[in-house]
C-alpha cells in the first residue's frame, strides 16, 4: 500500500487519516553478517531487559536502550567461522541467576556457549556440543517439574535436552524426526497444565515432546504443505485462553493446531503472505490486552499481524522490511510498552512498535520508517528544519545506490527525476540514521 505524506528524515510523520495506529520500525544497529536470532531478557541479571541478537559474525550482540538511541555491544563470539545461530536469556542452572546462552553453526561439532555478566565483563563457558550444526536453543521447564533446562534443536535430526547438574551440564538425546530440527518451543498446547516441548523440522512436521517420568515420548502435532516447516510459537493467539500451537511454513503460511482431547486439528492462519514464513510469535502486540499472530517471512521481508475476529483470521501487512531470520515480542525498552524485533538477513537488528496515538508522540529514536509502505513525492523532497543536525552527507539514492543528489533541510526540488523508486540517506554525528526506503516520485 502506498501512503502519501510528509517526508522527514529519521521520522514520518503519516497523513492525519493514518496517524492514530500505525507501526514505526526503528533500525538499532548491525553485526558483521546476518543476524540469525533475537530474545529480550535480563542478560546482565541486572533487572533491565536489553535485546540480544546472535550473528553469522560468530558474534552475540546485546542492545541497550539509553533513552534516546539504541547502544550496541558485543557479548561474547563462539570462534573463528563458527556463525552464532541462535540466543536465549535465563536462569538456566536454576540458581536465579539469569544467563545469555548462545549456539553456533560449527561442522562437527555444533556448539552450546553460555554468558555469563561478572561485574563489567562477560565469562564465556561451554555446555555442550551436539553432534552436528545448531538451529537453536530455547529455556523451559520441558519436563514439568519447574526445572529450567535448555532445548536445542540440531541439523543431526535430534532434538537435545542439557541439565545442570550443580557440577556440570548433562546431554540427553530426546528423539529425531526425519529432517533437520529447527525451532523449539515449550508450552502447554494441550491446555492440561503439562509443559511439553515442541520442535519443527525441515520434515514439515511439528513434533510433540513429553516427559513420563523416565524417558522422553514423541508423537507428532501435525504438518504443513510445502516440506519445510520452519517457525514454531505455542501460545494463546486467538485471545481466548486457549494454547495453540503455531508453525509458518515455506508454503507461505502459517498453521495453527489445536488439541481437541484425542486429536491435533490444523486450521490455515490467516491469508497467504509473500514469501517463506519463518518467523512466528505471539502476545499482545498493540499493547491492548489482545493476544494475536505475528510472522515474518524470509523473502521479500514482510511481517504480519494475524487477529482472530468474529469467528475468521484478519491479516494485516504492518512492515516491509528486510528478510527475516527471527521476530520475538518483549520489553526491550524496559517501559513496559511491548514490541517487536526482527533479526534481519541485512545484518541488522529492527524494533517495531504500534503507536496507537499517532507516530510523532513516540520517543524520539535514531530511526524510523513507515510500515504502510512508501512514501509518494512529486516535485518537492521536504526535509524539516529540525534535520540541520545532520552531516552533509544527506543525499538522495536511487535503485541502484547510485548517489542522485545531495539533500539539505527545506525543500528540496526533485522535479527533474525521472519517475521510479529512490532512497533518503544520512548520517548524524556519533548515530547511525537508516535510510527511508522506497521514496516513490511520481508525475
Known amino acids: 500500500m502506498l501512503t502519501a505524506g510528509i517526508l522527514v528524515l529519521g521520522l514520518v510523520f503519516l497523513t492525519p487519516s493514518l496517524a492514530s495506529g500505525d507501526w514505526v520500525s526503528v533500525d538499532m544497529g548491525s553485526?558483521?553478517?546476518n543476524m540469525t536470532g533475537v530474545c529480550i531478557g535480563p542478560g546482565r541479571n541486572d533487572g533491565?531487559?536489553?535485546?540480544?541478537?546472535?550473528?553469522?559474525?560468530?558474534?552475540?550482540?546485546?542492545?541497550?536502550?539509553?533513552?534516546?538511541?539504541?547502544?550496541?555491544?558485543?557479548?561474547?563470539?563462539?570462534?573463528?567461522n563458527r556463525g552464532m545461530t541462535s540466543v536465549a536469556v535465563g536462569a538456566a542452572r536454576n540458581d536465579g541467576v539469569n544467563r545469555v546462552y548462545a549456539t553456533d553453526y560449527g561442522l562437527n561439532p555444533g556448539y552450546v556457549w553460555e554468558f555469563s555478566r561478572v561485574g563489567s565483563v562477560w565469562q564465556k563457558s561451554q555446555v555442550g556440543t551436539c553432534?552436528?550444526?545448531?538451529?537453536?536453543?530455547?529455556?523451559?521447564?520441558?519436563?514439568?517439574?519447574?526445572t529450567l533446562r535448555l532445548y536445542v534443536a540440531c541439523l543431526d535430526y535430534h532434538l537435545y535436552e542439557f541439565s545442570w547438574t550443580g557440577s556440570n551440564w548433562t546431554r540427553l538425546d530426546m528423539g529425531a524426526g526425519t529432517g533437520n530440527m529447527i525451532r523449539v518451543a515449550v508450552g502447554t498446547a494441550r491446555n492440561d497444565g503439562?509443559?511439553?516441548?515442541?520442535?519443527s523440522n525441515t520434515d514439515n512436521y511439528i513434533y510433540e515432546f513429553t516427559w513420563n517420568g523416565s524417558t522422553w515420548q514423541m508423537q507428532t502435532v501435525g504438518k504443513g504443505n510445502a516440506g519445510y516447516m520452519s517457525a514454531l510459537a505455542v501460545g494463546a493467539g486467538r485471545n481466548d485462553g486457549i494454547q495453540r500451537v503455531y508453525g509458518g511454513d515455506w508454503d507461505y503460511r502459517a498453521y495453527e493446531f489445536?488439541?481437541?482431547?484425542?486429536?491435533?486439528?490444523?486450521?490455515?492462519?490467516?491469508?497467504?503472505?509473500?514469501?517463506?514464513?519463518?518467523?512466528?510469535?505471539?502476545?499482545?502486540?498493540?499493547?491492548?490486552?489482545?493476544?494475536?499472530?505475528?510472522?515474518?517471512?524470509r523473502t521479500w521481508g514482510y511481517v504480519y499481524e494475524f487477529s482472530y475476529e468474529g469467528g475468521g483470521w484478519v491479516t494485516d501487512t504492518i512492515w516491509d522490511g528486510p528478510d527475516a531470520i527471527e521476530l520475538r515480542l518483549g520489553d526491550g525498552r524496559n517501559d513496559g510498552v511491548l514490541r517487536l524485533y526482527e533479526a534481519g538477513f541485512d545484518y541488522h537488528m529492527y524494533e517495531i512498535s504500534y503507536a496507537s496515538t499517532g507516530v510523532a508522540e513516540l520517543?524520539?529514536?535514531?530511526?524510523?520508517?513507515?510500515?504502510?509502505?512508501?512514501?509518494?513525492?512529486?516535485?518537492?523532497?521536504?526535509?524539516?528544519?529540525?534535520?540541520?543536525?545532520?552531516?552533509?552527507?544527506?543525499?538522495?539514492?536511487?535503485?541502484?545506490?547510485?548517489?542522485?543528489?545531495?539533500?539539505?533541510?527545506?525543500?528540496?526540488?526533485?522535479?527533474?527525476?525521472?519517475?521510479?523508486?529512490?532512497f533518503v540517506r544520512g548520517a548524524e554525528e556519533g548515530r547511525r540514521v537508516n535510510t527511508v526506503r522506497k521514496v516513490i516520485v511520481q508525475r
Open 31 to 33: 553485526g558483521g553478517n
Open 48 to 80: 533491565l531487559n536489553r535485546v540480544y541478537g546472535s550473528n553469522n559474525d560468530d558474534r552475540i550482540w546485546e542492545f541497550s536502550w539509553d533513552g534516546s538511541a539504541w547502544l550496541k555491544a558485543e557479548v561474547g563470539a563462539a570462534g573463528a
Open 131 to 146: 553432534p552436528r550444526e545448531i538451529n537453536e536453543v530455547t529455556i523451559g521447564a520441558g519436563r514439568n517439574d519447574d
Open 194 to 199: 503439562v509443559r511439553r516441548v515442541y520442535a
Open 258 to 297: 489445536t488439541w481437541t482431547g484425542t486429536t491435533w486439528v490444523r486450521d490455515t492462519v490467516g491469508i497467504k503472505g509473500r514469501g517463506d514464513m519463518n518467523a512466528i510469535t505471539i502476545g499482545p502486540g498493540r499493547n491492548d490486552g489482545v493476544s494475536r499472530v505475528y510472522g515474518a517471512t
Open 363 to 422: 520517543p524520539r529514536a535514531e530511526v524510523r520508517t513507515p510500515a504502510l509502505g512508501p512514501t509518494i513525492i512529486r516535485n518537492i523532497l521536504n526535509l524539516p528544519l529540525g534535520t540541520d543536525k545532520l552531516q552533509s552527507d544527506i543525499a538522495l539514492l536511487d535503485a541502484t545506490g547510485r548517489r542522485v543528489m545531495p539533500l539539505q533541510p527545506g525543500c528540496n526540488d526533485v522535479s527533474a527525476l525521472a519517475p521510479g523508486v529512490y
